[in-house]
């Protein structure tokens, strides 16, 4: 992965993130639901950065 295709994944996550954050907060999730989607967000990109790096072995999220 070269360091044009990070820094658009990490924008690219970022506004997944906001729009997660604002459409939890738009439609008034409550707070244990709300925590359970955001880390599932991040278990899943974390696990993509993973993979993506070469660190897991696998067919773990490929997106390619």
Do not use: E, H, Y
């Not at 996550?13 to 989607?37: D, E, H, K």
């Amino acid at each position: 992965m070269s360091i044009i295709g990070l820094l658009v994944a990490v924008v690219v996550i970022c506004l997944v993130w906001w729009g997660i954050t604002s459409v939890l907060g738009a439609f008034n999730v409550g707070n244990p639901i709300a925590t359970l989607v955001k880390v599932l967000f991040v278990i899943l990109v974390v696990l993509w950065l993973l993979s993506a790096f070469g660190l897991v072995g696998g067919p773990i999220l490929q997106l390619r």
